[in-house]
């Protein structure tokens, strides 16, 4: 289980949030520390990830810390306009 299985998870939960999920790009920019996961989406599927008040963004980020904490590595996500 490494890094390609955090890029993975996000991009599986991306796609059952979405209406585009073809649209989904996720991208992996390694660092010394952390892990930098980039989640890109169609525009009008842009609230779906985020969700309201964040919910959403912050429920994705609790589940890849998770699993990133299992991998003793950090990762952080970031979602791309």
Same mark, same amino acid.
């Given at each position: 289980?490494?890094?390609?299985?955090?890029?993975?998870?996000?991009?599986?939960?991306? *796609?059952?949030?979405?209406?585009?999920?073809?649209?989904?790009?996720?991208?992996?920019?390694?660092?010394?520390?952390?892990?930098?996961?980039?989640?890109?989406?169609? *525009?009008?599927?842009?609230?779906?990830?985020?969700?309201?008040?964040?919910?959403?963004?912050?429920?994705?980020?609790?589940?890849?810390?998770?699993?990133?904490?299992?991998?003793?590595?950090?990762?952080?996500?970031?979602?791309?306009?």
């Amino acid at each position: 289980m490494g890094d390609d299985t955090i890029k993975s998870l996000v991009e599986t939960m991306a *796609k059952a949030l979405v209406d585009k999920p073809e649209a989904v790009e996720v991208t992996e920019v390694e660092g010394e520390q952390t892990t930098v996961i980039e989640l890109k989406v169609a *525009k009008d599927d842009l609230g779906k990830v985020i969700g309201k008040e964040g919910r959403t963004a912050r429920a994705l980020r609790i589940i890849m810390g998770a699993a990133s904490t299992k991998l003793r590595r950090r990762s952080v996500l970031e979602i791309i306009e």
